[in-house]
């Protein structure tokens, strides 16, 4: 049985830290505003900030995590006890988070991914840098091994066993008792790793400001200028002050999770490191991608910039990045199309062009988007492009489809068009071919599922 | 005449034809007590006549959505293929979703009350996706009961990983 292993003593610290600076500047406004009054105030303050440190150190105490016969479990809580188990067969991605405290200390937050659409997925927080880095490099390694050996005994047993079959009593054991982390065991040096892309921050700045949230920012700016001049009286824009903040916000976070953006290639997997303050370390796992979109704006055309996103299965557990849903992990956050196609040729064997346009009587319904609408597809994958003023174009590979769906609105009807949909795992990705002619959608619906069996047959051998 | 996609060979299965006297009875209970409401409100407030318009109109609309409700039923079809699960449904707008069995992440049986008291239920899959909804109402308890199952063991002997 392997060893139960505690967080940094720190964690508490770390885990509370945006609340505690809250807290403090609280207290000291407080302290200020009282500074005349009585001393009772300032008790009842400190008493409040006791009681949370408290019960930072008390879940502190209580929580305890092991990894053992290919599962690593988290027990936490001290009323409510709560004993959690991740399958490391099933993990999608493992992140290494750094808030801007913990780099201060040098610890780092361990965050699981599980395919699970709302679930919290396991977080180790904090343990010290090196530590997280190996211990996510061991998980993998056991998740990975898990993963074959489910596939193997699948293809023995000549039946698609999902490597998720594979159960706590899976043959793991042999690699388990090594896989805890601690000064006893083994740590394998880092492997090289080839940079496939690194982002400039120069045009990663020009492209934020071309982009929507930017071209806001900058309206709102000008705006504000503006009413200063007219009315010469600044202190009318107070009450949109608030606002303002908003969209400043979002512009900087959007810079700060992308700045530095690296992409690596590992044995293990694309590594992806990007922040500026808060870094941010994720591993995306081999065939964990469930489709690849390129987006290109309108002024990032003129530049022939664009933007590479991939989609992995499970939530994105960032609380920062809740707002903004739809947006998925971005491989190139500005790019030239040479880099795209490059990263495209690495996630991806011979992805094909959205050849196929739209047939005519579609640009009567489409008048905006007709010249974006097209698609393509191989035994692999399937590519669809659509998008009125910026084009996105996604691939989704064929054996990641999990359901595909024959849309035909009253318009469409009239037309004689169909549009097909293809979803993958995770939130809200699908692929729409878009209005094409019935004939055309009724073939592909009778084509796809089978080349999508094919292709995930073929998968499950490989 | 509107175009069927897919091959014509599919066997489409049909909800029970009680499903239609629940969405009926449904919209009743929803178009009584509204149109009550509005002819009394209507009525006092204004001429009785004006009242009795106004719940007339009501019913009207209420007769409508029936009509509307006849025709989505009429619509709903679903077809086990051997590897895959077909859905279709709408009148407006159509759709008509393939499920791999394999895909399917669970699969849940409910059932309100009104469906309940005519011995209804709705059998819905979930996969991966969030986009992709399968469901299929008004199938009898028993039907419903038998197609989870089926589903559910077709679903573990070809289940594919994520």
Same mark, same amino acid.
Request: hydrophobic letters at 55%; aromatic letters at 6%.
């Given at each position: 049985m392997a060893a139960w292993h505690r967080l940094h003593p720190l964690s508490p610290l770390i885990r509370t830290g945006r609340h505690l600076v809250a807290l403090g500047i609280l207290v000291l406004l407080l302290i200020f505003a009282n500074h005349s009054g009585n001393n009772d105030d300032f008790i009842s303050d400190s008493v409040v900030v006791g009681i949370v440190l408290i019960a930072g150190v008390i879940s502190w105490l209580v929580t305890r995590w092991q990894v053992a016969d290919g599962v690593l479990r988290i027990e936490t809580g001290l009323i409510r006890r709560q004993s959690l188990r991740f399958p490391l067969s099933q993990v999608q991605a493992i992140d290494v988070v750094q808030t801007g405290l913990a780099r201060v200390f040098g610890l780092a937050e361990l965050r699981l991914r599980m395919a699970g659409a709302d679930s919290s997925g396991g977080r180790l927080a904090c343990l010290p840098l090196a530590d997280a880095e190996r211990l996510r490099e061991q998980l993998l390694a056991m998740g990975h091994a898990a993963g074959q050996r489910g596939a193997a005994r699948g293809a023995q047993a000549d039946a698609m066993v999902p490597s998720g079959a594979v159960g706590p009593a899976g043959a793991v054991g042999a690699v388990g008792p090594d896989g805890a982390p601690g000064p006893a065991s083994a740590a394998a040096p880092p492997r090289p790793e080839r940079v496939l892309f690194r982002v400039q921050s120069e045009r990663l700045a020009g492209a934020i400001i071309l982009s929507r949230p930017g071209a806001y920012a900058g309206t709102a700016i000008a705006v504000?200028?503006?009413?200063?001049?007219? *009315?010469?009286?600044?202190?009318?824009?107070? /009450?949109?002050?608030?606002?303002?903040?908003?969209?400043?916000t979002s512009v900087w976070r959007q810079f700060n999770t992308e700045f530095g953006t690296v992409v690596a290639e590992a044995p293990d997997g694309l590594r992806l490191r990007s922040g500026l303050i808060q870094t941010a370390a994720e591993t995306i796992r081999p065939g964990r991608v469930q489709a690849v979109r390129l987006v290109e704006p309108l002024l990032w055309r003129l530049f022939g910039w664009c933007r590479l996103e991939v989609d992995v299965a499970g939530p994105r557990q960032r609380r920062e990045n809740r707002s903004e849903g739809q947006r998925l992990r971005a491989l190139i956050p500005v790019g030239s199309r040479a880099d795209a196609d490059r990263m495209l040729g690495e996630l991806l064997t011979n992805p094909p062009r959205p050849t196929h346009p739209a047939p005519a009587g579609a640009r009567v319904k489409t008048l905006l988007s007709y010249h974006f609408l097209a698609w393509a597809d191989d035994d692999r994958y399937v590519v669809a492009s659509r998008g009125r003023i910026c084009r996105k174009t996604t691939w989704v590979p064929l054996e990641k489809v999990q359901s595909i769906r024959w849309v035909q609105g009253p318009w469409q009807r009239r037309l004689g068009l169909a549009t097909i949909r293809l979803d993958v795992a995770g939130r809200r990705v699908t692929a729409s071919v878009q209005d094409r002619s019935v004939a055309e959608a009724d073939q592909l619906l009778g084509q796809l599922p089978d080349l999508a069996r094919a292709a995930r047959a073929r998968d499950v051998v490989s | 005449m509107t175009a069927e996609p897919?091959?014509?060979?599919?066997?489409? &299965?049909? /909800?029970?034809?009680?499903?239609?006297?629940?969405?009926?009875? &449904?919209?009743?209970?929803? *178009?009584? /007590?509204?149109?009550?409401?509005?002819?009394?409100?209507?009525? *006092?407030?204004?001429?009785?006549?004006?009242?009795?318009?106004?719940?007339?109109?009501?019913?009207?609309?209420?007769?409508?959505?029936?009509?509307?409700f006849a025709r989505r039923v009429a619509a709903w079809g679903y077809a086990e293929r051997r590897d895959d699960l077909m859905v279709k449904r709408g009148v407006m707008v159509r759709r008509q979703s393939v499920i791999p069995y394999g895909r399917m992440q669970f699969i849940d049986v409910t059932a309100g009350p009104v469906e309940r008291s005519l011995g209804l239920a709705t059998v819905r899959m979930h996969t991966a996706a969030a986009a992709s909804d399968a469901r299929i109402p008004g199938l009898d308890k028993a039907d419903a009961a038998k197609l989870r199952d089926q589903l559910a063991s077709l679903g573990e002997s070809q289940a594919a990983g994520l």
């Open positions: 504000v200028i503006l009413v200063i001049v007219l *009315t010469g009286k600044p202190g009318i824009i107070v /009450p949109f002050l608030v606002f303002g903040f908003g969209i400043v | 897919g091959d014509a060979e599919i066997r489409w &299965q049909r /909800p029970s034809r009680l499903l239609l006297r629940a969405r009926r009875i &449904q919209t009743a209970l929803v *178009t009584v /007590p509204v149109a009550l409401a509005g002819g009394i409100i209507a009525g *006092t407030a204004g001429s009785a006549g004006l009242g009795l318009g106004i719940g007339l109109g009501l019913v009207v609309v209420g007769l409508l959505c029936e009509r509307f």
